[in-house]
């Protein structure tokens, strides 16, 4: 087995080194995720500030055995400044950081007052570059507010600094450092201001990333949901249908007297069985179609060659047996040239039977006209009555599942999916199904259906 190469000396000691930075930089568990970066900021500035004030320290006195010159109030605010910087490291190293910002910032200020006030001259020269270093830890460290907080303070700092007496230099190192100031305040407030925008859209695309795959999940489950639901009710067509079609006839067998005589009592019984069977099997029929629209899975029959005015008639006939016993009226005005369509005869058939049916259970007394004619490349039919209307704030509800108008309860009960699946199977034509009413004035629904639709392949092609 080969020996794994140990890396060079001077590598590990990289290593080394990196991992020991890293262990004094590393923010507290405390801090705020948004904010560890600008702690680790903090805590490297300072361990690299530490060593260079010590230095300065250490240099002074011999500097001033050299050249016999007092540096008594620098010195002083030179180990005042390494005592603030220790304190301010140790504040990084907790989660109450943004007291060690704040010390790093006031530090050069205190220093650079300490030797300006305690010196017969101004200190200019120095206070150019200190000062302008709080501005600029202000804008690393804390946010625009403080940052403009500081560059006031240094502002005023220099004015009282600037009344003191000066020669031409002083003045033009004054001039220098206030353009500085203020240049620099102006930068770090654009700075956090673009780095704050920056965080909200960084914020925002987060959210909305994570509202997509909420949204996605939710129309994942929807789509299993309606998958299962269609699968459902697709298995269970047969199982219902079949049984509630043997009801049905064999309950005409018993009325027919095949199985023997039956009193007349019973025949009417033995109807309405029958009845209500066809009714249950109707709504079986309704809620099988409307989840097969929601689904995309309903099919059409499409031929070239329906004749419209048979299937009008069809469907009028029907409804002249649901008006036995009213005082109702229905008749139908079809012209003769009328032209054949593409479509699938037994779901244009549905859509008439729907409306008018429809039509013929709400007017107990007037009249329902079927006006069919030729408009374009369409053949539109207005199916009109003299029931009670339809209030506009009710006619949205009229194409919408499970939902119908108060007066629908009220007088016609059903599953209210009549309407939903007429308007769905005219579009699905490639046409249209509209209404109009007025409450008390009855209502007219229209259906437009093309003539030669591009859309519909006939199932001979």
């Known amino acids: ?246 009801v049905i006839n064999f309950t005409r067998f018993v009325i027919d007297g095949d199985t023997g005589p039956v009193t007349e009592q019973q025949t009417e019984l033995l109807t309405e069985v029958v009845g209500s069977a066809k009714h249950l099997l109707n709504l079986i029929n309704d809620v099988l179609d409307m989840s097969k629209i929601e689904a995309g899975s309903l099919n059409l029959f499409i031929e070239d060659d329906v004749n419209m005015t048979s299937l009008v008639n069809s469907a009028v006939t029907t409804g002249r047996g649901l008006l036995i016993g009213k005082s109702t009226q229905l008749q139908a005005n079809i012209p003769e040239n009328l032209p054949l369509i593409r479509a699938d005869r037994q779901r244009i058939l549905q859509i008439l039977l729907n409306i008018i049916s429809n039509a013929c259970k709400f007017t107990d007394e007037g009249s329902v006209n079927v006006q069919v004619r030729q408009q374009a490349d369409e053949v539109l039919i207005s199916i009109s009555d003299t029931g009670p209307g339809i209030a506009k704030e009710d006619q949205a509800m009229v194409f919408e599942a499970f939902k119908q108008t108060k007066t629908g309860l009220r007088q016609g009960g059903g599953t209210g999916l009549g309407m939903p699946i007429a308007k769905n199977l005219a579009e699905a034509h490639g046409g249209r199904l509209w209404l109009e009413s007025e409450q008390g004035k009855g209502a007219t629904f229209h259906v437009a259906l093309p003539i030669k639709s591009e859309t519909l392949v006939p199932m001979t092609a």
């Open 1 to 246: 087995m080969a020996a794994t190469a140990s890396p060079p000396l001077s590598t590990q000691r990289l290593i080394s080194f990196k991992k020991i930075w890293q262990g004094l930089t590393q923010p507290s568990e405390k801090v705020p995720e948004e904010n560890r970066q600008q702690v680790s900021i903090l805590a490297s500035i300072l361990l690299v500030f530490l060593p260079i004030g010590i230095l300065v320290s250490i240099i002074g006195p011999i500097n001033q055995i050299f050249t016999g010159q007092s540096v008594q109030a620098i010195q002083t605010s030179n180990w005042v400044g390494i005592l603030g910087i220790i304190v301010a490291y140790i504040f990084s190293r907790t989660q109450h950081y943004k007291f060690g910002a704040y010390l790093v910032i006031l530090v050069p200020i205190f220093a650079i007052a300490a030797i300006s006030f305690t010196s017969q001259t101004p200190t200019l020269t120095s206070a150019t570059i200190y000062l302008t270093l709080s501005i600029i830890l202000s804008s690393l460290l804390l946010d625009a507010r403080t940052t403009v907080v500081t560059g006031i303070i240094i502002s005023v700092f220099l004015i009282i600094d600037h009344t003191r007496p000066a020669n031409s230099e002083d003045r033009l190192w004054w001039a220098i450092l206030m353009f500085m100031v203020l240049a620099t305040s102006i930068l770090a407030v654009v700075s956090n201001i673009r780095d704050a925008y920056m965080r909200s859209l960084e914020t925002a695309r987060k959210q909305l990333q994570d509202q997509i795959v909420v949204i996605d999940q939710a129309r994942e489950r929807a789509e299993q949901s309606d998958q299962v639901k269609s699968a459902f009710l697709a298995s269970m067509s047969h199982e219902l249908r079949t049984p509630l079609n043997a």
